[in-house]
């Protein structure tokens, strides 16, 4: 067990950068939104994984590199250069940064607080495009991260919380995989007892068309079906093997990303061939029809439409 002397003496919060051959300007944004921040020099740690960018990275930062641990790799994508950083982290907290975007300093210092004085395992707060404030700020909590899946959609970017690196235990991404995130959150809120969520809009999101979820080709097309498919029925053999309280919870998560399989299938193909598929390939373990839920508006909606062929034949026509 961590002596007072021990956690004094760590720092509050690992904040890691993940960067690609990024504008030296967003890079430096995001770097400086971090040093804005009410956090002593002793209570937080920057570390930036370079994820093999063509100049290194920390080039681009001659003014900040003192304060960086700075990490450079082969290119291996966001999952390798993510657990690459929290190989390194000391923080009692860790935060995800893609390079590209920010953090916003009032709404985050009250995220911070939330941290400092609650106890938090996590807390949830909101990303946005739009860097206006987010007045007033309120939070929920604590509650168990189970109970927060049974009772809300779960937002699956890990750059959206906070969470205490204790927790993690074992858990870390899957090397070389889209939409890692939808993996790694769900297992990350099962393991935590507090949980706090906030209305603070506390990471600005920048949309960038070079961004790998905006390539719209053909191959990386099946690669993101694919790899959702992956995801679907590993968190399905999590919820299978885990105590009943985590399966029913897991398993809200598991129909809504099914439905987030044929809605993407949908409107990335266009296809009445490949939506049949995704249905077969659902279907064959077990996973369709969708279950009969009211978990939201919108999945009731689509569930009773993609349930039949006619249906099927409407979201094809509608969805673009």
Known sequence: MPTAQTISS???ITFIITAYNLPPDMLKTCVESIERLSLAMKEHEIILVDDGSDIPAIDNLPDHADHITYIRQAHQGLSAARNMGLRCATGQYIQFVDGDDYLIQAPYGHCLDIVRYQNADIVIFHETSNNKPSIPLEYDG???????????NLRASTCGYIFRRSI??????????LHEDEEFTPQLMLRAERVFSTSAEA???RKRPESIMSKKSKRHVAKRLSDMVDIILKLQSVANSGP?????ALNRRVAQLSMDYLYNTIKLTHSRKHLEEA???LRRHGLFPL???NYTKK???????????IGRRILLATIR
């Open 168 to 177: 993690l235990g074992s858990l870390r991404f899957t090397s070389g995989r």
């Open 299 to 309: 999945y009731t909606t689509f569930r009773a439409l993609v349930g039949n062929p």
């Open 279 to 281: 249905v077969d390939t």
């Open 142 to 152: 604590p509650i168990s991260g189970v109970t927060y899946m049974h009772r809300n």
């Open 203 to 205: 990471y600005f999101y």
């Open 244 to 248: 009943e309280i985590d399966r029913v």
């Open 10 to 12: 760590t720092p509050l």
């Open 291 to 293: 279950p009969k839920k």
